[in-house]
C-alpha cells in the first residue's frame, strides 16, 4: 500500500468511447500528477496540479483532460482515443517543499484502446 | 536536450550476489537523484535518494553512489534474493518533483 489509490486497474475502450480514471491519496500530499508508461518508453510526465491548480501540461492532447477537485482527489477524462494512447497510467503524489520532492506513484490504469 | 539513461536493459544476478544497476544523465544541474523500483502490476516504489553533495548513502541492503565527475549513478543490492526482481528506474531532478527526468529502466531478474 503505496497511500495512492488509482481505479480501475484495467480498462478497455473503444476509440469513440468516454472513460475516466480515477486517483486518490491518503498522504496528505498537495501535489499530484499523471504520468504515461509506454513499454521501452521512459516514463511521462502529462499533468501537475499544485494544491488544486494545473501547473504543467506536458504539451497533451485535447482528448486527455484532467481534473483535481481537491489536494486529495485526481481524474484523467479520456475520450475519442487513438490505439497508440494504450499505456499504464500512472497517478503521483508529492509533497511541495521545493527541493528533494519524492514522488509516490499508484498502482496505474492498465489501458487498451480498440 | 537532457536526458537520463541506463547502460544495461537486463541484468541477470544469482541469488545471494550483490547487483549493480548503472545510471548516466547528462544535466550537470541535476541535483537531486532518485531511484524506484517497479515489479510487475505496480506502480514505481522509492528506493533511495541522494543529493550532488554527497557521494554515497546507504539503506537496507541497497547503496547509492554518485560520481558527479563522469555524471553517473548506480544502484547496488546486497545479497540479492527473489524479490529483488523488477525494473529500476533512475531519475535525476533540481527543485520539485515535476522536474524529475526518469531514466528508461533496468529489469533485474534473479536466477536461482
Known amino acids: 500500500e503505496t497511500g495512492v489509490t488509482q481505479t480501475p486497474r484495467h480498462l478497455v475502450m473503444g476509440m469513440t468511447n468516454k472513460k475516466s480514471l480515477k486517483c486518490e491519496q491518503h498522504?496528505?500530499?498537495?501535489?499530484m500528477y499523471w504520468y504515461k508508461q509506454s513499454a521501452k518508453k521512459p516514463l511521462e510526465l502529462m499533468f501537475v496540479?499544485?494544491?488544486?491548480?494545473?501547473?504543467e501540461n506536458n504539451s497533451v492532447p485535447s482528448r486527455f483532460s484532467p481534473e483535481c477537485p481537491n489536494s486529495s482527489h485526481l481524474f484523467l477524462h479520456l475520450h475519442t482515443l487513438q490505439p497508440e494512447d494504450s499505456a499504464l497510467y500512472l497517478c503521483?503524489?508529492?509533497?511541495?517543499?521545493?527541493?528533494?520532492?519524492?514522488?509516490?506513484f499508484g498502482s496505474g490504469t492498465q489501458l487498451s484502446v480498440l | 536536450g537532457e536526458s537520463v539513461g541506463l547502460h544495461l536493459p537486463t541484468l541477470s544476478v544469482q541469488e545471494g550476489d550483490n547487483s549493480i544497476i548503472n545510471c548516466a544523465y547528462s544535466?550537470?544541474?541535476?541535483?537531486?537523484f532518485i531511484w524506484y523500483k517497479q515489479e510487475s502490476g505496480k506502480g514505481p516504489q522509492f528506493i533511495i535518494d541522494?543529493?550532488?553533495?554527497?557521494d554515497k548513502r546507504q539503506g537496507q541492503r541497497v547503496t547509492v553512489l554518485l560520481n558527479k565527475t563522469v555524471k553517473h549513478l548506480s544502484l547496488q543490492i546486497a545479497a540479492t534474493q527473489p524479490g529483488d526482481s523488477a525494473v529500476y528506474f533512475c531519475?535525476?531532478?533540481?527543485?520539485?518533483?515535476?522536474?524529475?527526468?526518469f531514466g528508461q529502466g533496468t529489469r533485474l531478474t534473479i536466477n536461482p
Open positions: 503521483a503524489s508529492s509533497r511541495r517543499t521545493g527541493t528533494n520532492e519524492k514522488l509516490f
Open positions: 498522504l496528505g500530499h498537495n501535489a
Open positions: 496540479y499544485n494544491f488544486k491548480e494545473q501547473t
Open positions: 544535466n550537470s544541474a541535476s541535483d537531486y
Open positions: 541522494i543529493r550532488s553533495n554527497m
Open positions: 531519475a535525476e531532478g533540481q527543485g520539485g518533483a515535476q522536474k524529475l527526468v
